[in-house]
């Protein structure tokens, strides 16, 4: 399974972005998508989920401002992040995790490839 991410950039405060996670070669069955997120000097945080199922699920600290869409002729998974704060900015990370837990799908560890991370910066 690779993972391609894209889509990171500078934004003012208020503004949005839209990631994207493209996936190829993933295994046919069930499977989370996640997305991380690491501010320098901070650990890595879980972000957002998406089972192959389609339901979802949100940090607090983003949720009803960042949304999943998919387009899956294309494979790809992406986050569409409004009203970003300049506690947003981080590298963001997309993974997948291919025997997911229900909760263990917030924890880094659970996945099993990522992609190389995209630089969100939110200035104020």
């Known amino acids: 399974v690779q993972l391609q991410a894209s889509g990171g950039g500078l934004v003012q405060a208020g503004g949005s972005l839209s990631l994207s996670c493209a996936m190829s070669g993933r295994t046919v069955g069930r499977y989370a998508l996640g997305w991380f997120r690491q501010a320098p000097g901070k650990e890595r945080e879980f972000v957002a989920v998406r089972w192959s199922g389609g339901r979802t699920d949100y940090a607090d600290s983003v949720k009803g401002r960042y949304t999943f869409s998919t387009d899956n002729a294309k494979d790809t998974v992406y986050l569409q992040m409004n009203s970003l704060k300049p506690e947003d900015t981080a590298v963001y990370y997309c993974?997948?995790?291919?025997?997911?837990?229900?909760?263990?799908?917030?924890?880094?560890?659970?996945?099993?490839?990522w992609g190389q991370g995209t630089l969100v910066t939110v200035s104020s």
């Open positions: 993974a997948v995790d291919l025997e997911p837990t229900g909760w263990g799908v917030k924890y880094a560890d659970e996945y099993d490839y």
